[in-house]
């Protein structure tokens, strides 16, 4: 094995082999290997199969399956484990034990379980007593299940038929367990010409549903689809992203692949869907459904209220490369950047006193004499009173600030977001930026858990070539060249300036690294 293959995480799929290389071990095997980690497999059944249907099924031993499980463990730990087709209850309880036991000697290893009971041709591969053993055995030991809608009505025992009924069989197959669950919509058209994929996430109070919707791509190649977007979450999950980044980026990947197959011709059935590498284009993403907007209908998600603040195109700043963009948190601060010449800045108090107005009156008074895009952290009420440039929000702020008021007075918004799925999210309402963090880990905020690393910053601004981007956390003078090329027009930073020894050198140097072609 080379060093660099040394150094990939290991993913285990848990599936069947399908003699035809479209889907099964030989789905996830290749989206794992295009993922950038290495795929062990574990063979549950040999199937005999072919683009036209599935003449056999041939599952192993309980004998034969344990053994790999054993091997495996032995030396090969995964960073994350994909189940895909488990051919009988005993194959069922038998996985779910080997995860307990996992488990119970503190391995935290995500686990995401593709429920395949029917393929895309319509054959049965699983014995119809498996469903209640997923349900009480193994679905509470995962992390995510990924049904399509049959088989969501296959574990729910129920019909499938709408965006309604699909929400209803996805919350009382979760019951009362944490695990999230993903249903695919390659089966089900909500709204034409799209896929609809429900991803419902967190737990009791915290439960939570979210529409992710893309393009449908007219192909016959979408074998496989089921067991490569698993196995890319998977893969995902090891290589460190939160579920919903996962969940997003592997709808692309399968996008991508069924888009770039299209044209393929393997076999006299449905062909193989693609394995074409990372998702670099957006038009492979799906857009997460807003609630207020015209769109949730269908899907039960509108609200009036919802509605009636919802807004979307805010005005356009001046240049798509905000450059460099100190975030600070008095008016002196404002004074003294805005006199080097820095031409973008934030207010950003968190800790504000009575004279919080008058703070922001000055603020914007020096921001119009410096000819400065002064943006305003949180108070949004004040910057439209006090005729500000901008205001920045935060995810959470967006469903409490009046979007419709900062619009109609042609203030300029800019929206944080950590990952993939905030990113998309909030691209929705076309802000007049988005900013992406943390890039690195930053003592102005605790951003634990939402660190994004110059890669995946990267990879997200591939995504929005020509929208202004702004980049922000732990960034500093060494790091500022790193992370503009990235593809970011702007950067933010707090203690660079702020704590600098000179601040004026900071500035001067971050200047020129923003300002270098
Ligand atoms: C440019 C920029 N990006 C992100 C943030 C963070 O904003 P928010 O998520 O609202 O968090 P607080 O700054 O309010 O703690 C920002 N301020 N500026
Ligand atoms: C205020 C803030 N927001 C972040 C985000 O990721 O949304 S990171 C951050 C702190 C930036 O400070 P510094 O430049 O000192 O690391
Ligand atoms: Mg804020």
New binding site residues.
Partial sequence: MSAIEQQRLIVWTIAGSDSGGGAGIQADLLTMHDLGVHGCSVITANTAQNTLGVPAINAVSDEVLQSQLDALLDDLKPAAIKIGLLANAAQVRLVANFLRTLKAAGNRIPVVYDPVAVATSGAQLTEDSTGAAVLTDLLPLCDLITPNSVELAWLARTHVDSAETVLKAARSVRGNHETALLVTGGHLEIEPGTTSDLLCTGHGECASHDWLIGKRVDTRNAHGTGCTLSSAIAALLALGYPLKDACVVANAYVRRGLRLASSDHIGAGPGPVGHCGWPDALKDFPEVLLAGSERAKPFGTFSESGAANFAAEFAQPDSSRLGLYP?VDSVDWVEKLAEEGVRTLQL?IKYPRTDLREQIERAVAIGRRYDVRLFINDYWQLAIECGAYGVHLGQEDLQSADLKAIQAAGLKLGI?T?GFFELLYAYQFRPSYL?I??IYA????D?SG?LQGPQKLARMAALLPDYPLVA????NCERASVVAACGVGSIA????ITEAPDYREAVAQLQAVLESP
């Avoid at 930053?442 to 905020?445: D, R, V």
């Avoid at 922000?472 to 960034?475: A, L, N, S, V």
Wanted: avoid cysteine; proline fraction near 0%.
């Fill in positions: 975030v950003r944080s950590h900013a963090g943390a930053t003592s102005t905020k951003m939402q922000i956390g732990g960034i930073v707090v203690t660079a």
